[in-house]
């Protein structure tokens, strides 16, 4: 698997819970349960993540990466897999990493916004 560093970096992020999804058999990064990312596999059991972007950057990385995909089992549009043993350069991914978690943030109340900045 590539992108080892992927867990560290999420957990690092301010306000951010880790939890499995037996029944997805996927691991869940979330703020305030609302998820950002998604580690889990494919059809074919290849390992993924899922995050969401705008859906002209995700378009536009689509086009650009093979590695990156729709959504899989998610909404087409908004959200985007990465496969993990891809060659998506690792600045590519922290970027979408930090889009997605920026963008559910962002669509936080401000008053737990402003509770989770002030930990």
């Not at 867990?7 to 499995?20: P, T």
């Not at 290849?46 to 590695?67: C, H, W, Y």
């Not at 997605?100 to 936080?108: E, F, P, R, V």
């Amino acid at each position: 698997m590539g992108y080892e560093w992927f867990d560290e970096y999420c957990v690092s992020k301010i306000g951010v819970q880790k939890d499995y999804k037996e029944e997805w058999g996927a691991t869940r990064y979330m703020i305030d349960g609302k998820m950002f990312l998604l580690h889990g596999g494919d059809q074919n059991g290849k390992a993924i993540i899922t995050v969401k972007l705008e859906p002209m950057n995700g378009e536009m990385l689509r086009s650009q990466f093979t590695d990156i995909i729709p959504g899989y089992y998610m909404n087409k549009v908004h959200w985007n897999s990465l496969y993990l043993e891809g060659s998506v350069p690792d600045d590519v991914v922290r970027k979408m990493i930090d889009e997605s978690y920026s963008l559910i943030m962002a669509s936080l109340p401000k008053k737990v916004q402003k509770a989770l900045l002030n930990l």
